[in-house]
């Protein structure tokens, strides 16, 4: 019979085994664990002999023992209260021994040193050792990774919300994590740590020298208060002094009668909405204390009650750890205290950050201390494919990671062998993005991680150096002449230690603080809602949410459309085949255009015929929107939202649109609210009757030029502008982010587009004129004007190049002693000159133009093509 107690002890610590046994009990004491004893009646009686064996007992025969020997280390090894002679064993005085070393114990402790870091518990068997991390806030095989992020601006970017988490700062440092508040529903996030005091807490009597003083705790320590602070770009604290004869900082002249203490314990006797060096209120500063001969309202010594308050956002001085009172002792004094929490926003070790414009570029540290735990993480986006990222070497060790492609690699050697970590990225890493890596060297492993899921793991090899030993500087980026990254970089921890990469780029050539690059300085040039996208070696736009193209997203794109022509874009596409030619796809849906509250369109066009539809939008229900240009050539928008009994419309009637020219149509709505614009004259604005509903509900497709369509259709559209459709131009077509004409035009969009009839791409000369255009033939600077020869052909040029440079030399030659002679002749005119002046009355005479579009261009003041009648002309 057998029995068990105790757990654990292959642990390769120093464990005492108690067994007493009488003749019918045995009771059995792991480590004096009183609550583990195992006590068991025994129904024969014990009787022992006079040998004992330890570590077991082996018959010499030729059978096979299924037993196995103890391994391990015993001591004070004690016989009914007796000590066991082990010298006399060794001398053969008593008992025998075999395969065993006596008087040394042959177990290595390797728990002693302990490698596991933050308070992990280590163990260890025969052959190694391992940590028990839970608890700690850490992981991996010595507890030397943490496991949270940085910040709350990390947590954001990971797509979190707002909520409490736990945050690591210095990530693997020494300080531990602590839990904060996040407030992440604004552009920028906040970071709220919470005081103990209540808000409204009523001054106490003085308790020292007159005195009230007040403890603010917070549930970290100062240490962690300080990560944050000294990282965020802003903070604030809230401080509030309620008062009722109860003076505060005594203020023009006295001494304060009340103080706050912040970091460092340093006093301060600013308050609320004023700054350090400072002795005012927040009305102080703003001139609206209640006494004007004070600078707070409390100062004022009323019998009523008043308030200071507002923030103090000087974060060196923060948070707030204690205030000290000193008025409320008198008769009828009462003071009450709010302190809120301290808020920062912000994370400089996040966004720390440089640019490497160069593969020959690089930054350099002092060579970082080598410890027998090292760990790098940084973040890094490219359109490069390869490069190095950082490099230190020592005299045998070195350290390197590098990009190959869609692989990155981790490389270091501690004395003896080489060790080579890779992680494969499945999407290319040369695609603009952010991605991160994350290495760690530590006594038992290796450890590369990208994108915090791809991992490549190996063991450290046991020969060689536990700590990393370098002379040379870090190179981040270029060293030894191998190629460097060629990218941007941020967030870069070594140890813990964020490097400073924005202040030593300052002083780098090749190396740019940031990674705002060129879009920084020229993003302005994408226009029309186009995105700057940045490149190494310069920027781009994308256009691909706008109704235009080109490299500045200033190309219109549009489409001239012949009778019957239609472009058809489906937001809810039917489940039945849509029964159209040129259909690109209709798998694609936007369902955030499905029920719509505010939208604006923008489109141009130009067409001398009318009727016809321009826009029609339609739903799965009685909704729709149209643009239409009736009979008489005027522009008419159809609101059909529901909740009337007809269409709301809005019709522009002192105008023929379809007059030739182009015309630009801005219509946006926000509720009830419908704002108009057309070409340049001002915005109009109209509103929805109260009885009309304010969602447009399931929108469906839009339709240009033309409808075709089944379910519930406006009969009047149909009968009046329908047939035989738009003929003419459209271009800058857009609904809120979608371009349905753009769509239909370029081939390599997939979008649920389809077209009937002829559509060719034109850009319809979209800029709404305001001066009919001057005709080729009259156009001196038209290229085929009458009787103009171009100076130079291409195609009649010379082959002898000799020829063709002395035409060129000639003709600049030319060019400098003709501007030459002009300024001669201007000089002379200027000191002998003739004034002489008359009007012009190319401009009156409006009531005789061709049409309304005339008589506006000729009278309306806003156009800045309209010549002014008392413009004067200088004879020379």
């Given at each position: 019979m057998f029995f068990l107690t105790g757990s654990g002890l292959n642990d390769g610590q120093w464990h005492s085994v108690h067994l007493n046994a009488l003749e019918y009990y045995a009771m059995l004491t792991v480590d004096g664990d009183e609550a583990s004893t195992v006590r068991t009646a025994i129904p024969i009686q014990i009787q022992t002999g006079g040998t004992y064996y330890f570590g077991g007992n082996f018959l010499h025969t030729n059978a096979r023992s299924l037993q196995r020997s103890f391994q391990g280390c015993m001591q004070m090894i004690h016989i009914d209260d007796h000590l066991a002679d082990l010298r006399a064993v060794e001398q053969g005085l008593i008992g025998t021994f075999e395969n065993v070393s006596l008087d040394m114990c042959a177990i290595i402790d390797r728990c002693v040193p302990n490698h596991c870091e933050h308070g992990g518990r280590c163990s260890q068997t025969w052959d190694t050792f391992s940590c028990n991390c839970s608890g700690t806030g850490y992981t991996g095989a010595t507890c030397h990774t943490s496991m949270y992020q940085q910040s709350c601006e990390e947590y954001k970017h990971l797509g979190k919300s707002s909520g409490n988490y736990w945050i690591d700062p210095d990530g693997s440092g020494s300080i531990a994590p602590f839990r904060v508040s996040c407030d992440m529903t604004e552009e920028k996030v906040w970071t709220t740590l919470k005081n103990n005091l209540s808000p409204q807490t009523s001054v106490t009597n003085a308790e020292h020298e007159g005195k009230a003083v007040l403890h603010i705790t917070y549930n970290v320590t100062d240490e962690q208060v300080l990560t944050v602070t000294s990282t965020a770009e802003y903070c604030e604290q809230y401080i509030a002094y309620t008062c009722r004869m109860s003076r505060l900082l005594n203020t023009p002249d006295g001494s304060p009668f009340t103080w706050w203490v912040g970091r460092a314990n340093e006093r301060h006797s600013y308050w609320g909405g004023s700054g350090p060096g400072i002795q005012k209120c927040s009305c102080g500063i703003e001139h609206n204390c209640t006494n004007p001969k004070h600078y707070c309202n409390c100062d004022a010594d009323l019998r009523t009650w008043k308030e200071d308050a507002g923030l103090l956002v000087y974060k060196?001085?923060?948070?707030?750890?204690?205030?000290?009172?000193?008025?409320?002792?008198?008769?009828?004094?009462?003071?009450?205290?709010?302190?809120?929490?301290?808020?920062?926003?912000?994370?400089?070790?996040?966004?720390?950050?440089?640019?490497?414009?160069?593969?020959?570029?690089?930054?350099?540290?002092?060579?970082?201390?080598?410890?027998?735990?090292?760990?790098?993480?940084?973040?890094f986006k490219t359109s490069s494919t390869h490069g190095v990222f950082l490099e230190n070497l020592g005299t045998t060790d070195f350290l390197h990671i590098e990009l190959r492609g869609s692989v990155v690699v981790f490389s270091f050697d501690v004395g003896n062998e080489r060790v080579e970590l890779s992680v494969h990225s499945p999407v290319p890493l040369n695609n603009d993005q952010w991605h991160r890596v994350e290495a760690e060297k530590n006594i038992k492993e290796a450890v590369l991680q990208l994108n915090g899921q791809y991992r490549d793991v190996r063991p450290t090899p046991p020969q060689g150096h536990t700590k990393l030993a370098f002379y040379s500087q870090l190179y981040v980026g270029a060293s030894s002449g191998q190629r460097g990254f060629l990218g941007c970089m941020r967030a870069l921890k070594i140890n813990g230690v964020t490097f400073d990469l924005e202040e030593r780029a300052k002083m780098t050539p090749g190396v740019n603080p940031g990674c705002q690059g060129y879009c920084g300085s020229y993003g302005m040039h994408c226009r029309n809602g186009g995105k700057c996208v940045e490149q190494y070696n310069g920027y781009s736009c994308d256009c691909s949410l706008t109704a235009y193209d080109g490299p500045f997203c200033t190309d219109d794109v549009g489409g001239y459309f012949e009778t019957g022509t239609l472009v058809r874009y489906d937001f809810l596409p039917d489940v039945e085949t849509f029964g159209l030619q040129g259909v690109k796809s209709l798998s694609s849906s936007i369902p955030s255009e499905a029920n719509l509250t505010q939208e604006e369109l923008v489109f141009s066009f130009s067409t001398s015929s009318a009727p016809s539809i321009l826009v029609y939008i339609s739903s799965r229900t009685p909704d729709y929107v149209a643009v239409v240009l009736r009979h008489n050539g005027t522009l008419q928008i159809r609101y059909s939202l529901g909740g009337l009994t007809e269409p709301y419309t809005i019709d522009v009637d002192h105008r023929n649109m379809a007059n030739g020219q182009p015309h630009s149509v801005n219509i946006t709505r926000n509720l009830r609210e419908i704002q108009l614009q057309l070409d340049h004259y001002p915005v109009s604005t109209y509103t929805l009757p109260e009885a009309s509903d304010t969602q447009f509900n399931l929108v469906k497709s839009l339709f240009l030029g033309k409808v075709f369509e089944t379910g519930q259709i406006d009969p009047i559209l149909i009968e009046r502008y329908n047939t035989p459709g738009f003929v003419g131009c459209l271009s800058r077509v857009q609904l809120n982010s979608v371009a349905p004409l753009k769509a239909a035009l370029r081939s390599s969009l997939a979008a649920p587009v389809s077209t009937h009839g002829i559509l060719v791409p034109s850009n319809c000369g979209a800029s709404p004129l305001t001066i009919s255009p001057m005709a080729s033939a009259s156009d001196p600077w038209h290229l085929e004007a009458a009787g103009v020869v171009?100076?130079?052909?291409?195609?009649?040029?010379?082959?002898?190049?000799?020829?063709?440079?002395?035409?060129?030399?000639?003709?600049?030659?030319?060019?400098?002693?003709?501007?030459?002679?002009?300024?001669?002749?201007?000089?002379?005119?200027?000191?002998?000159r003739h004034k002489g002046s008359y009007h012009t009355n190319e401009a009156k005479g409006a009531e005789s133009a061709d049409c309304a579009d005339a008589a506006i261009i000729v009278n309306d003041p806003a156009f800045t093509e309209t010549i002014d009648e008392s413009k004067k002309e200088w004879f020379i």
């Amino acid at each position: 019979m057998f029995f068990l107690t105790g757990s654990g002890l292959n642990d390769g610590q120093w464990h005492s085994v108690h067994l007493n046994a009488l003749e019918y009990y045995a009771m059995l004491t792991v480590d004096g664990d009183e609550a583990s004893t195992v006590r068991t009646a025994i129904p024969i009686q014990i009787q022992t002999g006079g040998t004992y064996y330890f570590g077991g007992n082996f018959l010499h025969t030729n059978a096979r023992s299924l037993q196995r020997s103890f391994q391990g280390c015993m001591q004070m090894i004690h016989i009914d209260d007796h000590l066991a002679d082990l010298r006399a064993v060794e001398q053969g005085l008593i008992g025998t021994f075999e395969n065993v070393s006596l008087d040394m114990c042959a177990i290595i402790d390797r728990c002693v040193p302990n490698h596991c870091e933050h308070g992990g518990r280590c163990s260890q068997t025969w052959d190694t050792f391992s940590c028990n991390c839970s608890g700690t806030g850490y992981t991996g095989a010595t507890c030397h990774t943490s496991m949270y992020q940085q910040s709350c601006e990390e947590y954001k970017h990971l797509g979190k919300s707002s909520g409490n988490y736990w945050i690591d700062p210095d990530g693997s440092g020494s300080i531990a994590p602590f839990r904060v508040s996040c407030d992440m529903t604004e552009e920028k996030v906040w970071t709220t740590l919470k005081n103990n005091l209540s808000p409204q807490t009523s001054v106490t009597n003085a308790e020292h020298e007159g005195k009230a003083v007040l403890h603010i705790t917070y549930n970290v320590t100062d240490e962690q208060v300080l990560t944050v602070t000294s990282t965020a770009e802003y903070c604030e604290q809230y401080i509030a002094y309620t008062c009722r004869m109860s003076r505060l900082l005594n203020t023009p002249d006295g001494s304060p009668f009340t103080w706050w203490v912040g970091r460092a314990n340093e006093r301060h006797s600013y308050w609320g909405g004023s700054g350090p060096g400072i002795q005012k209120c927040s009305c102080g500063i703003e001139h609206n204390c209640t006494n004007p001969k004070h600078y707070c309202n409390c100062d004022a010594d009323l019998r009523t009650w008043k308030e200071d308050a507002g923030l103090l956002v000087y974060k060196d001085h923060l948070p707030v750890s204690q205030v000290v009172v000193g008025d409320t002792s008198r008769a009828g004094s009462e003071a009450k205290l709010t302190i809120g929490p301290l808020k920062c926003q912000g994370d400089w070790n996040y966004w720390n950050a440089a640019s490497f414009t160069s593969p020959a570029s690089y930054l350099n540290f002092p060579s970082f201390r080598g410890e027998t735990s090292t760990d790098i993480s940084f973040y890094f986006k490219t359109s490069s494919t390869h490069g190095v990222f950082l490099e230190n070497l020592g005299t045998t060790d070195f350290l390197h990671i590098e990009l190959r492609g869609s692989v990155v690699v981790f490389s270091f050697d501690v004395g003896n062998e080489r060790v080579e970590l890779s992680v494969h990225s499945p999407v290319p890493l040369n695609n603009d993005q952010w991605h991160r890596v994350e290495a760690e060297k530590n006594i038992k492993e290796a450890v590369l991680q990208l994108n915090g899921q791809y991992r490549d793991v190996r063991p450290t090899p046991p020969q060689g150096h536990t700590k990393l030993a370098f002379y040379s500087q870090l190179y981040v980026g270029a060293s030894s002449g191998q190629r460097g990254f060629l990218g941007c970089m941020r967030a870069l921890k070594i140890n813990g230690v964020t490097f400073d990469l924005e202040e030593r780029a300052k002083m780098t050539p090749g190396v740019n603080p940031g990674c705002q690059g060129y879009c920084g300085s020229y993003g302005m040039h994408c226009r029309n809602g186009g995105k700057c996208v940045e490149q190494y070696n310069g920027y781009s736009c994308d256009c691909s949410l706008t109704a235009y193209d080109g490299p500045f997203c200033t190309d219109d794109v549009g489409g001239y459309f012949e009778t019957g022509t239609l472009v058809r874009y489906d937001f809810l596409p039917d489940v039945e085949t849509f029964g159209l030619q040129g259909v690109k796809s209709l798998s694609s849906s936007i369902p955030s255009e499905a029920n719509l509250t505010q939208e604006e369109l923008v489109f141009s066009f130009s067409t001398s015929s009318a009727p016809s539809i321009l826009v029609y939008i339609s739903s799965r229900t009685p909704d729709y929107v149209a643009v239409v240009l009736r009979h008489n050539g005027t522009l008419q928008i159809r609101y059909s939202l529901g909740g009337l009994t007809e269409p709301y419309t809005i019709d522009v009637d002192h105008r023929n649109m379809a007059n030739g020219q182009p015309h630009s149509v801005n219509i946006t709505r926000n509720l009830r609210e419908i704002q108009l614009q057309l070409d340049h004259y001002p915005v109009s604005t109209y509103t929805l009757p109260e009885a009309s509903d304010t969602q447009f509900n399931l929108v469906k497709s839009l339709f240009l030029g033309k409808v075709f369509e089944t379910g519930q259709i406006d009969p009047i559209l149909i009968e009046r502008y329908n047939t035989p459709g738009f003929v003419g131009c459209l271009s800058r077509v857009q609904l809120n982010s979608v371009a349905p004409l753009k769509a239909a035009l370029r081939s390599s969009l997939a979008a649920p587009v389809s077209t009937h009839g002829i559509l060719v791409p034109s850009n319809c000369g979209a800029s709404p004129l305001t001066i009919s255009p001057m005709a080729s033939a009259s156009d001196p600077w038209h290229l085929e004007a009458a009787g103009v020869v171009f100076p130079f052909n291409e195609d009649k040029a010379s082959d002898d190049g000799v020829n063709r440079n002395s035409a060129i030399m000639g003709g600049i030659i030319s060019m400098v002693i003709f501007t030459v002679l002009c300024i001669m002749v201007f000089v002379m005119r200027h000191m002998f000159r003739h004034k002489g002046s008359y009007h012009t009355n190319e401009a009156k005479g409006a009531e005789s133009a061709d049409c309304a579009d005339a008589a506006i261009i000729v009278n309306d003041p806003a156009f800045t093509e309209t010549i002014d009648e008392s413009k004067k002309e200088w004879f020379i």
